[in-house]
T-cell receptor, first 111, second 114 residues
Framework: EPEVTQTPSHQVTQMGQEVILRCVPISNHLYFYWYRQILGQKVEFLVSFYNNEISEKSEIFDDQFSVERPDGSNFTLKIRSTKLEDSAMYFC?????????FGEGSWLTVV | AQSVAQPEDQVNVAEGNPLTVKCTYSVSGNPYLFWYVQYPNRGLQFLLKYITGDNLVKGSYGFEAEFNKSQTSFHLKKPSALVSDSALYFCAVRDLSSASKIIFGSGTRLSIRP
């Protein structure tokens, strides 16, 4: 069964550093998302991406964040100048129509 | 604005007993409704969805959910709980008018005791 894959599974970074989280969505999917979850709490929407542009973003997704689909298969989330409060599990997701399928997540720890 | 509410932070059930995890929703149009499960240190796994049709939808691992439009609810159910069902369960809604994001509830931790 096709699945969304994410790398790295876990990254520790120093405050102020840039981080890139990578995702390979399911191949025939058209919509791509990033969500985050802090310490097993609520899953929060960050951004959705369709037709090579951001279709919607939350108030969390400020200028510190950016997304890119550089080569037609990968979908990346870049966090510039990380803060302690960016420590969370980041989930990539993709969909073609109704259900959204999630990856296993990238656990980011900012120290 | 669309939203979902899961009124229970935790549900405790004995193995073999039926379980219900509650969810209510609020959307401006017709909803797409979903349940996801998260096992410890794992990602979000799709369980089931309601779009149209029968109000009782069946999903993975013997779970089912009942859509009730008048009560705006979409409760997750299972006739006989297993210890392995212990996990964090999220209800989610997607507005039919938007081909975009889904919104998650706050999650309910289901604990099944042997």
């Amino acid at each position: 069964e096709p699945e969304v894959t994410q790398t790295p599974s876990h990254q520790v970074t120093q405050m102020g550093q840039e981080v890139i989280l990578r995702c390979v969505p399911i191949s025939n999917h058209l919509y791509f998302y990033w969500y985050r979850q802090i310490l097993g709490q609520k899953v929060e929407f960050l951004v959705s991406f369709y037709n090579n542009e951001i279709s919607e973003k939350s108030e969390i997704f400020d200028d510190q964040f950016s997304v890119e689909r550089p080569d037609g298969s990968n979908f990346t989330l870049k966090i510039r100048s990380t803060k302690l409060e960016d420590s969370a599990m980041y989930f990539c997701a993709s969909s073609r129509d109704r259900p959204i399928y999630f990856g296993e997540g990238s656990w980011l720890t900012v120290v | 604005a669309q939203s979902v509410a899961q009124p229970e932070d935790q549900v405790n059930v004995a193995e073999g007993n039926p379980l219900t995890v509650k969810c209510t929703y609020s959307v401006s149009g017709n909803p797409y409704l979903f349940w996801y499960v998260q096992y410890p240190n794992r990602g979000l796994q799709f369980l089931l969805k309601y779009i149209t049709g029968d109000n009782l939808v069946k999903g993975s691992y013997g779970f089912e959910a009942e859509f009730n439009k008048s009560q705006t609810s979409f409760h997750l159910k299972k006739p006989s709980a297993l210890v392995s069902d212990s996990a964090l369960y999220f209800c989610a809604v997607r507005d039919l008018s938007s081909a975009s994001k889904i919104i998650f509830g706050s999650g309910t931790r289901l604990s099944i005791r042997p």
